[in-house]
Every structure is written in structure tokens, then in C-alpha cells.
């Protein structure tokens, strides 16, 4: 379990009868901690630290609940140091400044510090420099806990004098062990059918702490029966999904519904759109990622889903949430099942790299406008082939730069209407040959 407890500058503890059900079942060893066994267990990284009592600084990165309060606790337990911690939220330049001078006066008399900083991605750049002097020269060892990316929101110098160890979200496994932990110390099953105990377990999300604070609220209420799913919903608030919509969970669900897109995967398109929706994303952004991937992923192979796409905006924009949101999520279903191109990206990137390379080359003069008579004279314009006065009404003339020869960018797929769009492109190829020729 993670952040489970107080922190050093907490109010003192409450007594254990009193405390809440989650400060009474905090792990007492590293082996206590659930779900986190790849980096507490013997082989993990924490676990080699450990067995040779020797730590490095390092970042747990993970969601809430998941332990990283409790495994920044314990390491300090485990090697004999001295423990202090911190929040980012509440604390500022000068409570550092005292941190940082009462460890190096422990150290003087040979007790290191571990200190715990809370929400570590909080500081800003410039706080998060000021670790770095203590760290290099051993004054602490740095545990930050953080539910952002590091990449994103640590400064690279604090990263490279830290691990980053990623902490998992619990498992139902893990969770369930919690339940019986809870169990155990309360002295009895929680009030519910096993069914029930599932669907309390699915609404954690993960998170270990607020699973606790649902079972304790279970047990304090008094019913003649165990609750089942639909009782149970009754009685404890519905919780909102861990996503924040300006931060790496916005963009992990947001990758995760393209590429179920570009892999016809409709089921798992429509399960991430609908994840985003229920965590409160802005439909209009989704639009916009869905009109992206009917040019990008689809484009000729069916012109419609671009079609589609944009009337799923207008339908949105017109009737609103929820109903709006149909459309969604049948322009979503359209694009999974719709063949799939990326010929026409593919395209633009090449003809950009050429038009980059070939600089400000002259179309041909014959397929220039000549509004002047000196541009008459210098011979823009002179001998072009209207096409539509050609047999098939195509004349095969060259429209490309002199000193450039004629570029393929546009291969369309054998898949969809591109198909039809291959048959016509190597019809027009074989009579500008002729013509040409």
C-alpha cells in the first residue's frame, strides 16, 4: 500500500483502535508490501539494495495507493537511517534549507538521512536543482515518489543521479489480499456477496488505499444482509477514474485509441474511447484525434471515414452530451472496421523531403499563367495541352521542373478504394507514355 500513513510532519498518530483502517494495516517489512514484488522481492532492485544495505537514491513512479509512502518508510527501517519526509505541496526553499542542514549535522556523527519527498514532480526546476549538492555528496538519500512521468516533469540532472523504479497498480490479487488482511483485523468477513467483493475490488482501480477506506466504511454500517453489486453501488459514492487530462494518462489512453484504430481492433477502439469519456476528456479533442486518423491511417482507402468524422463533430456540436456522443463512438467503430492506408502520409512526408532538397526549381513555362505581354514573350504559357480538348481528355504533357525527373511520392494500397485509384493511376501512366513517347 502506498501513502498510507503520515508523513514525519503529520499530527502525532492516532491510537491503533482508533487509527483508520489503512494506518492499522501499513506493512511492518518490505515483504508485507502487496503487488510490488518484481522490485521488493530478493531479485527486485529494492531487494538487492537491501540485502547488501547499501541504497541509492531513486524515484518511485506510480499510481496512487500502489506503496510508495509505505516502501519509503520501510527501506529506511531496513538499513538503519534515519527517516524524514516531506511534502511537495506544503513545503518551500526554507523548510529544505533546514532539512538539508539537520542531515549533514547527522552525518557528522555517522547517521545517514533518507528523505522521503512526497509528490516530488510539484517542485518546480529550480527547487528540484537544489537537491542535486545534497545527493552527489551523500548528505541524503533522495526517495521521491511521483504519479507523473518523470521524463516529463523531473529535471534531467535530478533523473540522472536517481533510479527510477516504476511501482505497478495492484492487481486483483493483491487487492484481495488487502480485503483479507482487513478482514483479519476487524475480526470478520466484510458484509458482502463474492460477487460484491469482486465489483468493490474492480471500482479500486488499483489504488490499495482507497479499497481500505471503502471496506472500513463497509464495516461500519450494520445490515441484516451482505450488499450485492447493485446494493453495494447504493451504498458507497462511485469513484471517477485516476486520469488527468493535461498529463501522461490523457496521452496513454489517447495512444492506445489510435493504434486500436490502425489495428481494426474496434472492440478495444470503443473501450478507450469510452475510458476517456468516462474520465471526463473533452469530446471535441477526441474528434480531432479521430478526423487525425481518417487522413493519417485510412485516407483513400475509404474517403468516407473523413466524411464520417466530420459529421460525428457536427452531430456532437448539435445535440450536445451524452447523446452526442454516439456519434463518437460510431465514427470510432467506422474507422477500426474501415481498410486502412497510410499511403497519403506517407506521400506528403516524401514530397516534402523533395520539395526541401529541390529548393525554388521553375515549373515548366508551357503550364504557366502569362497575364502580361512580357510574360507572353518570354514564353510562359506557350504550347500548353488543355486537357479536356485531348482524346480521353488527357493530355500526358509534363508538369515537373526541367531540371527535375518525373517522382513517385503516392503509392495507393491494393486495399479499399485505393484499389480503384491504382487501376487509374496505371491507365494514365501507360498513355502519358504513349504521348509522351
Same mark, same amino acid.
Given at each position: 500500500?502506498?501513502?498510507?500513513f503520515?508523513?514525519?510532519?503529520?499530527?502525532?498518530?492516532?491510537?491503533?483502535?482508533?487509527?483508520?483502517?489503512?494506518?492499522?494495516?501499513?506493512?511492518?517489512?518490505?515483504?508485507?508490501?502487496?503487488?510490488?514484488?518484481?522490485?521488493?522481492?530478493?531479485?527486485?532492485?529494492i531487494?538487492?539494495?537491501?540485502?547488501?544495505?547499501?541504497?541509492?537514491?531513486?524515484?518511485?513512479?506510480?499510481?496512487?495507493?500502489?506503496?510508495?509512502?509505505?516502501?519509503?518508510?520501510?527501506?529506511?527501517?531496513?538499513?538503519?537511517?534515519?527517516?524524514?519526509?516531506i511534502?511537495?505541496?506544503?513545503?518551500?526553499?526554507?523548510?529544505?534549507?533546514?532539512?538539508?542542514?539537520?542531515?549533514?549535522?547527522?552525518?557528522?556523527?555517522?547517521?545517514?538521512?533518507?528523505?522521503?519527498?512526497?509528490?516530488?514532480?510539484?517542485?518546480?526546476?529550480?527547487?528540484?536543482?537544489?537537491?542535486?549538492?545534497?545527493?552527489?555528496?551523500?548528505?541524503?538519500?533522495?526517495?521521491?515518489?511521483?504519479?507523473?512521468?518523470?521524463?516529463?516533469e *523531473?529535471? #534531467?540532472a /535530478?533523473l540522472? @543521479?536517481?533510479? $527510477?523504479?516504476?511501482?505497478? !497498480?495492484?492487481?486483483?490479487?493483491? +487487492?484481495g489480499?488487502?480485503?483479507?488482511?482487513?478482514?483479519?483485523?476487524?475480526?470478520?468477513?466484510?458484509?458482502?456477496?463474492?460477487?460484491?467483493?469482486?465489483a468493490?475490488?474492480?471500482?479500486?482501480?488499483?489504488d490499495?488505499?482507497?479499497?481500505?477506506?471503502?471496506?472500513e466504511?463497509l464495516?461500519?454500517?450494520?445490515?441484516?444482509?451482505?450488499?450485492?453489486?447493485?446494493? *453495494?453501488? #447504493?451504498? /458507497?459514492?462511485? @469513484?471517477?477514474? $485516476?486520469?488527468?487530462?493535461? !498529463?501522461?494518462?490523457?496521452?496513454? +489512453?489517447?495512444?492506445?485509441?489510435?493504434?486500436?484504430?490502425?489495428?481494426?481492433?474496434?472492440?478495444?477502439?470503443?473501450?478507450?474511447l469510452?475510458?476517456?469519456?468516462?474520465?471526463?476528456?473533452?469530446?471535441?479533442?477526441?474528434?480531432?484525434?479521430?478526423?487525425?486518423?481518417?487522413i493519417?491511417?485510412?485516407?483513400?482507402?475509404?474517403?468516407?471515414?473523413?466524411?464520417?468524422?466530420?459529421? #460525428?463533430?457536427?452531430?456532437?456540436?448539435?445535440?450536445?452530451?451524452?447523446?452526442?456522443?454516439?456519434?463518437?463512438?460510431?465514427?470510432?467503430?467506422?474507422?477500426?472496421?474501415?481498410?486502412?492506408?497510410?499511403?497519403?502520409?506517407?506521400?506528403?512526408?516524401?514530397?516534402?523531403?523533395?520539395?526541401?532538397?529541390?529548393?525554388?526549381?521553375?515549373?515548366?513555362?508551357n503550364?504557366?499563367?502569362?497575364?502580361?505581354?512580357?510574360?507572353?514573350?518570354?514564353?510562359?504559357?506557350?504550347?500548353?495541352?488543355?486537357?479536356?480538348? #485531348?482524346?480521353?481528355?488527357?493530355?500526358?504533357?509534363?508538369?515537373?521542373?526541367?531540371?527535375?525527373?518525373?517522382?513517385?511520392?503516392?503509392?495507393?494500397?491494393?486495399?479499399?478504394?485505393?484499389?480503384k485509384?491504382?487501376?487509374?493511376?496505371?491507365?494514365?501512366?501507360?498513355?502519358?507514355?504513349?504521348?509522351?513517347?
Amino acid at each position: 500500500m502506498a501513502d498510507l500513513f503520515a508523513d514525519s510532519t503529520s499530527p502525532a498518530a492516532l491510537p491503533a483502535e482508533a487509527a483508520p483502517l489503512a494506518d492499522q494495516l501499513r506493512p511492518h517489512t518490505l515483504a508485507d508490501v502487496v503487488g510490488q514484488e518484481h522490485l521488493t522481492g530478493p531479485d527486485g532492485a529494492i531487494g538487492r539494495m537491501v540485502s547488501v544495505g547499501r541504497l541509492s537514491s531513486m524515484i518511485l513512479w506510480g499510481p496512487p495507493g500502489t506503496g510508495k509512502t509505505s516502501i519509503a518508510r520501510l527501506l529506511a527501517d531496513a538499513v538503519s537511517l534515519r527517516f524524514v519526509a516531506i511534502s511537495a505541496v506544503f513545503s518551500g526553499v526554507a523548510e529544505l534549507k533546514k532539512v538539508f542542514a539537520e542531515a549533514r549535522d547527522h552525518a557528522r556523527t555517522g547517521t545517514r538521512t533518507l528523505l522521503f519527498v512526497d509528490e516530488i514532480h510539484r517542485f518546480n526546476r529550480a527547487q528540484q536543482d537544489g537537491f542535486l549538492p545534497y545527493v552527489e555528496d551523500g548528505t541524503v538519500i533522495l526517495v521521491g515518489a511521483t504519479t507523473e512521468n518523470p521524463s516529463f516533469e *523531473l529535471n #534531467a540532472a /535530478l533523473l540522472s @543521479r536517481a533510479q $527510477v523504479l516504476i511501482l505497478h !497498480r495492484l492487481d486483483a490479487a493483491a +487487492l484481495g489480499t488487502l480485503l483479507d488482511r482487513a478482514e483479519e483485523i476487524e475480526g470478520r468477513p466484510l458484509p458482502v456477496t463474492p460477487e460484491a467483493r469482486g465489483a468493490l475490488i474492480a471500482s479500486a482501480d488499483g489504488d490499495g488505499r482507497f479499497l481500505l477506506n471503502q471496506a472500513e466504511t463497509l464495516f461500519s454500517v450494520e445490515l441484516e444482509e451482505p450488499l450485492d453489486p447493485s446494493g *453495494l453501488a #447504493a451504498l /458507497l459514492h462511485r @469513484r471517477m477514474a $485516476v486520469y488527468d487530462k493535461d !498529463r501522461e494518462g490523457h496521452y496513454n +489512453l489517447i495512444s492506445a485509441l489510435h493504434k486500436a484504430v490502425r489495428g481494426s481492433d474496434a472492440q478495444a477502439a470503443l473501450y478507450y474511447l469510452a475510458r476517456m469519456l468516462v474520465a471526463g476528456e473533452e469530446p471535441l479533442f477526441l474528434l480531432r484525434r479521430l478526423v487525425r486518423m481518417a487522413i493519417e491511417d485510412i485516407g483513400l482507402a475509404d474517403p468516407n471515414a473523413l466524411v464520417q468524422c466530420i459529421a #460525428a463533430k457536427e452531430t456532437y456540436d448539435f445535440l450536445g452530451s451524452p447523446e452526442g456522443e454516439l456519434a463518437l463512438a460510431q465514427a470510432c467503430l467506422y474507422l477500426a472496421t474501415a481498410p486502412k492506408s497510410n499511403a497519403g502520409y506517407k506521400a506528403l512526408k516524401a514530397a516534402q523531403r523533395s520539395a526541401k532538397e529541390t529548393g525554388s526549381l521553375m515549373p515548366p513555362k508551357n503550364i504557366l499563367n502569362a497575364p502580361t505581354k512580357l510574360m507572353k514573350q518570354a514564353g510562359y504559357g506557350k504550347g500548353y495541352a488543355y486537357d479536356h480538348d #485531348a482524346p480521353d481528355a488527357f493530355s500526358g504533357d509534363n508538369y515537373w521542373p526541367e531540371e527535375m525527373a518525373p517522382q513517385t511520392f503516392y503509392t495507393p494500397t491494393p486495399r479499399g478504394f485505393e484499389a480503384k485509384i491504382a487501376e487509374r493511376l496505371a491507365y494514365w501512366d501507360r498513355l502519358r507514355k504513349e504521348r509522351q513517347g
